[in-house]
C-alpha cells in the first residue's frame, strides 16, 4: 500500500514536471567556467583501431582552440581542451569520463569517440549536468532523446547521420543512374548495419528489391567471394557500408574481374585518406559525404588559410576528419559566446536551442537546434573521386 | 621471523595459518570497506573495474594457473554473463535470481568447452579457446532477437530487492567487493580441498596425476565450469557496470587482457590474480595522472630553483605536449609489461613474496631462493 502511494506521487510529480518548461528541470553544470577560462574535454581514439579519425579530430579539436584563444577567447575567456585517450575501449572511455568530470571539471564534453565509448559513457556526464557535445559517431543515441528524462536534453549532434545520408545520396543515384539491381556489402557492426537500413529504407520506399545484400567481418582483407557474388547478381550500383581498406579492397576486387560498376560508399569513405591509399582504384568513387573536402592548393579564402595554418601547426594535411574535429569546438564556442558574457550551463543550454544557425568556413549546411530537436542537420552531398578529388557532384540533397 | 608450532594437521591447510592474517587481511578489509566513503567516483569506478577483473583473474587463476590449462577465450564467457543478465533483466527476472544463473549458464558452456579441450595441450588448446571466443562473437552478432546484434544491448540499473544499484554508488562497489571476496575465499577453499589438489597435479604432471587415480577428463571438465562460472558472475557486474555491451566489447584482445592479469599477478596464487588486475586496470589512469602532474611539477621545481617564469611555463608547456602524444601511453604502458616477463616471471605476488621473505629472513636472504627449479620443466612426450 505503502508502495502504490509512493508510484501515485511519483507519478503525480513526474505529471507536474512535464507541465513545466523543460530545460527547468534539466541540471546543467556550471563546472569550468571561471573568470579567465572555460575548461571542455573529450576523449579520443587516439592509439586504438580507429586512431586514423582519433588523432586528426584531435589535431582540429587544438587548432580551434588555438585559433579561438588568439582572438580573445569566448567573451574573454580562453577555452581550455583537455584530451584522454580512449584507444577505442568503452571501459577506458568510462574511466577518462569520470576523471575528465570529477578532477579536471569540464563544463562540456566536445567530440568524444566512437559509439560504445560514447554511449557507455554518457550517463556519467549526464548525471553531472555536463553538456555531451557533437560526438563523432551518427549513430541515433548521440541526439534522440526521451522528453521524460530531462538529462538527455544535454546531448547534441552535428553529424550527418549514417541512416539519413545513405537514404539520401541512394536516392540521387538511383534517379541519375537508373539502376536495374542494387546491391550492398556492409560491415558487420553497428556502424555498417546503420548503413544497411538507410540502404532498406530507401529500396523499399523506391520500391525496389536489393539484387544481393553481402557483409564482412570488421578487419577483412579479402572481399573476393563477396564481390563475385555481386557481379553474379548483375548488380549495376553496389553500396558500400565500409571504411577505409574494405572500400579499396571491394574496388580492387572489382577491378580484378573486369567488372565495370558503380560504387557509392557511405560518409566515412567520403575521407581523403581513401584516395591517398587506394589511388587509381578508388576512381570513379561516388560518395555521401555532408562538405566540401579541403585541399591545400585549390582552397580559397578562410578555407586555404585554415589549410595552411593546419599544416603550419601539425606538419601534416588537413582531411575531412580535422575538420569534423574543428567544427565541434568551433560549433560550441559559436553557442558559448551567444550565450552572453555571463555564461552558465542554463544559458548555454539555452542558446544551444535557440534556433540560431552556426555557419562554418567549409560551406556546409547550417546547423541548429530546437528544444525538440538535437540533431543539427541531414542535408547531403553526393560527391565522386575525378583524377584523384573528391569533386561535389550535388548538394543539398534529402530523401 | 614467526615460528609456528603444529599440533593439529589441519593446521597445514587452514586459510587463515595464524593470527597475523586475521590482523592483515583485517586490516586490508576495513580500508577496502572504508575507501567509498574518502575517495570520490573516479577512483571508485577504478576500483570497482580492478574488482571485476580480478574476479575474473581468480577463475583464469583456477584453470590456468592451478590446472595448468591455458584460455584465451575467457572473454566469451564474460560476455555469456553479461549477455545473460542483459536478456534476463529485460524479461523482468530479478538480480537475484539472474545472477546465480547466468553463472550456472556459463558454467555448463564452460564444461561443453571442457570436452573437446581434453585432447588438446598448451597451444593447441589456446587455439581452440580462441576458436570458441569466435564463435561466441559470432553467435552475439547474428542472435539479434536475444543479443540486438551489433547494434548492442543497453543493460538498465541493477535493481535488488526493488531497490536500484546505480553503476557508481557506494553500494555497487560493495556488491563487487563482496562477490570478489566470496570468490576467492571459494577459490582458497577448493585449493586445499582434493579436487584443488588434483588440479594443481594435473598442472605438474598429467602422467604422474593419471598413475595416482586422477580423472583427468571430469578434472578438466570440473575446473573449466568452475572457472567459466566464476567468470559468468564477473560479466553480469561488468555488464551493469558498462550499461552498455555490444559483440565488439569481448573481443580477443580483452580474453588477452585478462590472460596479462594472472601473468602479471604471478600465474600461482589466487593474490596474483588480484595484484594483476590492479596493475593492469590502474596503470592507465596512473599514467594519465602522470601526464598531467609531471609538467607541472617540474616546471614548478624549476622555477624555484631560479628559472625564469616565462621559461618555466613554455617547459610545462612543451612537457606537456611530449606527455599526450599519440601512442606514448601504450609504449610505455607495453615496455612496463615486456620488463614484468623479462625480469619478474614470478609476477608482481613473486615480488611482494620476495619483499616479504627478505624482511622476515633479514639479513640472510638468499636471492637463489625463488631461482627456477629445473625438475619442474616438463617435456612434450612425457604429459
Redesign the interface.
Known sequence: MRLSILKAALLGAAFGLAALPASAQTKVTNNGITPTEIVIGTHQD??GPI?GW??PV?NGMKLAVEEINAAGGINGRKLRLI???S?YD???A???S??L???DKIFAMVGPMG??TV??SQ??LF?AGVLQLFPLTAAEFTYKFDPKKPQERLKFSNLLPYVESTRAALKYMVEQKKPKAVCIMYQ???Y??NVFDGFTQQLDAMKMKPAAVTSYK?GASDFSSQVAKMKSENCDLVVLGTILRETIGAMAEAKKLGWDVTFLGATPTNIPDTIGLGKDTVEGLYAAGAFETPYADTAKGRVKEWTEAYKKMFGTEANTQSVIGYNAVMTFAFFAELAGKELTGAKMLAALEGGKAYMDIFNSPPSKFSNTNHLANTITQVQQVKNGRWVVIKDGLAF | MRFIFKTDYDQDIRILKHSGYWWSYGILLAVMVATPYVL???MQ??LV?VFIYAIVGVALMILTGFTGQASLGHAAFLAIGAYTAGFMQSLGVPFIVYFPLAAVLTGVVGALVGFPALRLHGIYLVIATIAFAFIVEEVL?RWESVTH????M?VRTLDLFDIPIP??SDAFYFLCLLVLVGVSVLALNLLRSPTGRAFIAIRDSETAGKSMGIDLAAYKVKSFAISAAITGMAGVLFAH????I????FTLLLSIEFIMVIIIGGAFGVHGAIFGAIFIVMV??FL?ALKDDVPVLVSSIASSLGMAKETATDLRDDLSRIG?A??L??AIYGLIIMMFILFEPYGLYGRWLKVKLFFQLFPLYKRATFKRQKTYVKSERNR
Open positions: 587516439l592509439s586512431k582519433g588523432v584531435l584530451a584522454e585517450d584507444a568503452p571501459k577506458k568510462v574511466l577518462a569520470q576523471k568530470v570529477e578532477k559509439s560504445p554511449i557507455a550517463d556519467i548525471d558487420d557492426d553497428e555498417g548495419k570488421r | 570520490g567516483s573516479y569506478s577504478q573495474f552478432a546484434g551489433n547494434e548492442g543497453r553503476r557508481d557496470k558498462m550499461t552498455f555490444s559483440p565488439e566489447m592507465d589512469p594519465t599526450s599519440a601512442g601511453k601504450g
